[in-house]
Each structure stands twice: as C-alpha cells, then as structure tokens.
C-alpha cells in the first residue's frame, strides 16, 4: 500500500465507525430521505465549513472534522440510496448495511487511485479551503441535475458527483491530520 492508500484508509475507518455508532442508535431512519433532502444536508455542511473558513472561527463547539466527516458518510448514504431506488425497505439489517458501505466505499477508492494515478497527486498541493469550493460547486451541480430528474448532456452524472466529494473530503481530512490521528 502506498501512503495514500494508508491514509484513505485511515480516514474512511473514522467514518465508517461513526457511520456505524449513528446506525446503533438510528438505525436507518435516513432511508426515508429522497436524494435531494441528502444533497441538501451534504450542502448544509459544506457551507458552514466555508463559512468556519472565511470566519477563522465558529460558535459551535464542532470545527471542520466532523463535518467532512459527515459529508462522506452523508454521501455513501446516498450512493446507498440510489442503488436502492426501487426499495421502500426503511429498515437495513446492520450486516447488509455493513456490506453497502463497503461497496460504495470500495468503488470510491477505485476511482480515486485511477484518478490520482493520472492527476499525480495533485490535490496534496491544493488548499482545503480550494477543495471546499469545489465540494460546494459539485452539489450545485448535482442540485442542477436533480433539479432536471436526472437527465443531463454531458455530464458524468450524480453518483460521479457523490464519489468525487466523497474523495476531496477524504483529502481535506488527510491535510487536516485525520489520517495520522492529530487534530
């Protein structure tokens, strides 16, 4: 494994155990969301984590971590719940639920090494603050192909929008120290 498979790893562990922790306690109530209420929440992050940036501070004791934290898994819900489209089933019995995260999970980092292959790593030379805005800016996408049911003309679509946020919230973490357990 190479250092950023090891951090990516790393990151993903966090968040899927939270991930985990949430669905002892909540079991999956999120399956009554449409994906255009997870966009939303996933938006809801993004932005206030713009806004601790342009601020230098916030009034909540939660800083950044959390979350980035919360827009990955928040994205591999909807991953989930998109394949899930034909299924009214609230309720995902924790092994099953287990093995969807780890699917889309895998998937994400599939693409991610074979973009990061070509890209050089070039996102270690970017700001968070630049990986923010473009979290920001794929969710405005995604609003705007939802927002057309889904049709678009070029476009790699949704679920490409989910996976590539998913992966600059996974570089963020790993520039804020996530990867090595510093805060």
């Not at 155990?17 to 079991?27: A, W």
């Not at 923010?132 to 049911?149: A, C, G, H, P, V």
Request: proline letters at 2%.
């Amino acid at each position: 494994m190479n250092q950023t498979e090891i951090e990516y790893r790393h990151v993903i562990k966090i968040c899927q155990d939270l991930f985990e922790k949430k669905n002892k306690d909540y079991g999956t109530s999120w399956r009554i969301l449409r994906l255009p209420s997870i966009t939303d929440q996933i938006f809801i992050k993004a932005q206030r984590i713009r806004t601790i940036q342009d601020n230098g501070f916030s009034r909540v004791d939660e800083g950044e971590v959390p979350e980035f934290i919360g827009i990955i898994n928040y994205c591999v819900m909807a991953l989930i719940q998109a394949d899930l489209v034909n299924s009214t089933e609230l309720e995902i019995p924790f092994e099953q639920l287990q093995a969807m995260y780890n699917k889309q999970v895998a998937e994400v980092m599939e693409l991610l090494f074979n973009k990061n292959h070509d890209y050089g790593e070039a996102w270690r030379d970017m700001r968070v603050s630049s990986m923010t805005d473009i979290i920001l800016m794929k969710l405005f996408r995604i609003k705007q192909i939802e927002d057309n049911q889904g049709k678009t003309l070029v476009s790699e679509g949704i679920k490409a929008g989910y996976q590539d946020i998913i992966n600059y919230a996974v570089f963020c973490m790993i520039k804020l120290g996530q990867a090595q357990g510093q805060q």
